[in-house]
């Protein structure tokens, strides 16, 4: 029998300032499990060799600060860097920070992106708050947060950045976008939208895809949550906000947020929470790209 070499893939998944909520959702992901994608091969011939990530690994302390940093100087150009929470830029680490140098100072969480992000083969902004800043840089931002994307343009770090919005982002759009780049490689021209989200997932409007769209077409709208009717008066941001939540379903394709009567609050959304708030009030004023917009 012909022997197949495996591909490894080194992933280093930092946590800046997070819920740890995009973990969460990613390691709910069903199909494949979560097992599927760090024990086997994803992609046959394909493994995810997850180096460093602080909320399932066993080990603690110097040992995993260790392995992050023989990750980092070992395959420069190589690993894949997913980041999950924005960055805090104010007073070099006092609002995070990730191990410790060699005389034992805290290492900031900017500087270990921005250090990790230059020498990666890609960097993954996972979720809302790593993708375009979210709820810990929303105003006021005292530890003023910024978004992957941010830190990299305002420090010069020119590594492809793919950004998987989301609060949380699913699973399936995570899994997704690393299994494209395992097998097809990085994103090319075109795969990406304006605001490097994978078109495949973030290609279209959530209120293109409404079962209730409907009811916006004839103006029927719900007046509290519970009615029929399509719930744009109520506050939905369904026609602001790009991902296929109402196709792909949440929990194992179970239901989703407009579905189950709640509205689309937008936490895909480039902006959230700020300007996609007040959440359950209509979004008339809103002057977010594509926001304002009326797809009919
Ligand atoms: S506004 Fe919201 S509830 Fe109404 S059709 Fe659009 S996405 Fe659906
Ligand atoms: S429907 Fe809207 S609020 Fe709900 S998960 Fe999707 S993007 Fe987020």
Redesign the pocket.
């Known amino acids: 029998m012909a022997n197949i070499k495996t591909e490894e893939y080194p992933v280093i998944w930092l946590q800046g300032a997070t819920c740890t909520g995009c973990s969460v959702s990613v390691l709910n992901s069903v199909s494949p499990t979560i097992k599927n994608v760090l024990v086997d091969e994803v992609i046959p011939g394909k493994h995810v060799n997850l180096r460093f990530q602080a909320t399932v690994m066993a080990g603690a302390g110097e040992l995993v600060i260790k392995a992050l940093e023989e990750t980092w100087k070992a395959k420069k150009g190589g690993y894949v860097l997913v980041m999950e929470g924005a960055i805090p830029t104010k007073g070099d680490g006092a609002y995070g920070s990730i191990g410790e140098d060699k005389e034992g100072k805290p290492v900031s969480i900017d500087s270990r992106v921005e250090n990790l992000g230059r020498d990666a083969l890609a960097v993954i902004a996972l979720g809302t708050c790593a993708s375009f800043g979210g709820i810990p840089a929303a105003k006021p931002n005292p530890s003023e947060c910024v978004s992957v994307g941010q830190l990299f343009k305002s420090r010069n770090v020119t590594t492809p950045l793919i950004n998987v919005p989301g609060c949380p982002p699913h699973p399936d759009w995570f899994v997704g976008t690393v299994a494209s780049v395992l097998l097809n490689g990085l994103p090319k021209e075109g795969e990406l939208d304006e605001w490097s989200r994978p078109r495949a997932f973030y290609g279209q409007l959530?209120?293109e895809n409404?079962?209730?769209?409907a009811?916006?077409d004839e103006q029927k709208f719900a007046k509290k949550l519970s009615d029929p009717g399509?719930?744009?008066e109520l506050g939905?941001k369904?026609?602001v906000t790009h991902a296929d939540c109402p196709l792909r379903m949440w929990n194992n394709g179970v239901n989703w947020c407009?579905a189950c009567g709640g509205?689309?609050i937008g936490c895909a959304a480039p902006g959230f929470p700020d300007l996609v708030s007040p959440m359950y009030a209509k979004t008339a004023d809103i002057t977010l790209p594509n926001i304002g917009q009326r797809v009919v």
């Open positions: 959530i209120h409404c079962p209730r769209r009811y916006y399509c719930l744009y939905c369904g026609p407009v509205l689309c």
